[in-house]
């Protein structure tokens, strides 16, 4: 059903033009229903009572009432894009996902990024890591590299992810929103948290502050594997280099910009892509065997450390072009469902305890968050191959199995098949050890590469993270956290140790910090382990 109606549309330079009489959808309700009147509800007489038969009345206002899912737990401001990621030459030598085959195959992707602690609408250029998650729909199914803008992480177990994220976001009791201000929480968790130190370092920095989504990098963070036809394992880091390189701004102006348009980051982004400016980046991969990785002084499944890109220089792979926004903010962008678990055939996991930790956490995540074990139903989240599996029925299933047969093996011939030869199968790495809560001293060493980031900066970056972490503990209203943190500093650099604690106005400088502690600890607990005494 059609009526006819003036419509207005916007030109180029925002002028507006009256269009011809053109045809437009009757208004309807959700069940398809013509609506004659949107603007008055159903009453007795012009000033009496809305009755409760009004069903029209009362399905849009209960469906407004529903607008709002919980905001991501983590990373709930973001904002994505679609494009593709184009494979240079085949990786079959070292894997045999089907999207390393072939040279210049196109694979479509959708990405999201974020800042984490704030909340859905904090502002953009707040001090914070950026996520950068990648879902690339290939023909063995989606494929999520959950990774950030940074290359190494703040913890190196997963049990310590929500300590630290109740630490750094809003304290239980005054919810201050924490995007902005420093406070004695996040600082505390730190402080006794020395892990954490070497991320501190490039929190600090300015690739906190990125001038544009279009200019960061982006990091798988974790040794991963890539597994060839002859199931043959070589450890791989994910890198994501942008084309335009990479650019921040300095503190004072990010203030600026959050204050004069807190959606920066997200109006560049969409500005530059209808303006057909794609923004590029090149997928870089740093490939190690077993010997390669003995042979360093940290442990590749410790997510605090990286390996040197002069060491192991990176080889590009392929490239990530983005070229098209959502057509919806909440259909793609809300509801789209990262999962580091989301793996095809040919790429693996290694043990880095963090990943393991978060195969588990993001499923339940999503279910949680889009409120259904469905939530592979939308669009968004939907493998772009074939698919087919026997899971049935749950709120909003949108298929179904088609059929007699909702299991397998039958004997109807119905439904699908493994396929030993193509499935997914997890390289069979030989695993031995007590079953107990520990931590290898192979991650005991906190500062070292703390202090090659920081040693690797130019003077002005190096004052950069002077200023910042003395506005930052300036923040805080506990003494000892600060001193603890200058303690922490002492073992990475005493120049930037004594600037801060100068710039702080401490009296007296604490004494370097304990490196070991944490480890010792677990190590305690290691040897009075009985297995291992006898
Ligand atoms: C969300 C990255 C560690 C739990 C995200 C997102 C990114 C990300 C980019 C946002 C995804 C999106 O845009 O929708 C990382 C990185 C980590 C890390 C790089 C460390 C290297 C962890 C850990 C856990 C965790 C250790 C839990 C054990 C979550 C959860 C969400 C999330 C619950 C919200 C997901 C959602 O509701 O969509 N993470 N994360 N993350 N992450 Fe992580």
């Known amino acids: ?26 208004l309807t309700t959700a069940q398809g229903g013509p609506v004659s009147d949107d603007q008055n509800s159903l009453r007795i007489g012009p ?41 240079y030459e085949s990786l079959a030598k070292y894997t045999r996902a089907d999207i390393f085959q072939r040279a210049g195959e196109k694979t479509p992707a959708f990405v999201r990024f974020s800042t984490v602690a704030g909340n859905k609408g904090s502002a953009d250029l707040a001090r914070d890591v950026r996520g950068f998650a990648v879902k690339l729909y290939t023909q063995e199914g989606n494929w999520d590299i959950v990774g950030n803008n940074m290359p190494v992480f703040f913890i190196q177990d997963a049990i310590k992810f929500p300590d630290l994220i109740h630490a750094a976001k809003a304290e239980p009791n005054s919810d201050f929103p924490q995007a902005q201000t420093a406070h004695d929480n996040f600082w505390d968790f730190i402080s006794l948290t020395p892990e954490s130190m070497h991320m501190i370092m490039w929190a600090m920095s300015d690739r906190a502050i990125p001038r544009s989504l279009r200019f960061m990098e982006g990091f798988g963070v974790h040794t991963f594997r890539l597994i060839n036809a002859n199931d043959e394992s070589t450890f791989v880091k994910f890198l994501w280099k942008p084309k335009l390189g990479l650019q921040s701004v300095a503190w004072n102006e990010a203030v600026k910009i959050n204050g004069a348009d807190p959606d920066f980051h997200r109006r560049d982004l969409w500005d530059a892509i209808h303006a057909g400016n794609f923004p590029e980046w090149e997928l870089q991969l740093q490939l190690f065997d077993q010997a390669f990785a003995d042979s360093f002084d940290f442990d590749i499944l410790d997510p605090t450390k990286l390996i040197p890109e002069e060491v192991l220089p990176p080889i590009a792979v392929g490239r990530l072009v983005l070229d098209r926004m959502p057509d919806n903010f909440f259909a793609e962008t809300e509801q789209v469902a990262f999962m580091t678990q989301n793996v095809p055939p040919g790429i693996d996991f290694s043990n880095d305890p963090l990943l393991q930790g978060r195969n588990f956490s993001y499923l339940d995540t999503q279910i949680k968050r889009l409120g259904s074990t469905n939530f592979t139903h939308l669009p968004i989240n939907a493998p772009k191959c074939p698919f087919h599996h026997f899971q049935q029925d749950g709120h909003m299933a949108m298929r179904n199995p088609v059929g007699r047969a909702n299991y397998q093996p039958n004997s109807w011939d119905e439904g699908p098949r493994e396929s030993p030869a193509n499935g997914f199968r997890s390289f069979a790495e030989v695993e031995e050890g007590p079953k107990a809560r520990l931590r290898s001293e192979t991650f005991a060493d906190h500062y070292s590469q703390a202090r090659q980031f920081y040693i690797s900066q130019q003077p002005v970056e190096q004052a950069h993270i002077a200023s910042a972490l003395t506005f930052e503990l300036s923040k805080v209203q506990t003494p000892v956290i600060r001193e603890r943190i200058v303690s922490h500093l002492l073992n990475i650099d005493d120049g930037l140790a004594a600037k801060v604690a100068d710039a702080l106005g401490l009296k007296a400088m604490p004494k370097p910090a304990d490196a070991a502690v944490a480890t010792r600890r677990d190590l305690a607990a290691l040897d009075s382990l009985s297995i291992l005494k006898n």
Do not use: M
Request: overall charge neutral; charged content about 25%; proline content about 4%.
């Open 1 to 26: 059903v059609t009526i006819h109606d003036q419509k207005l549309r916007r030109g180029a330079g925002g002028e507006l033009h009256q269009l011809a009489s053109v045809a437009t959808p009757v």
């Open 47 to 87: 000033r009496g009572p809305t009755v409760l038969e009004d069903f029209h009345f009362r399905e849009k206002i209960f469906h407004f009432d529903h607008e709002r899912i919980p905001e991501r737990v983590v990373h709930a401001r973001g904002y994505g894009a679609h494009g593709y990621f184009e494979t």
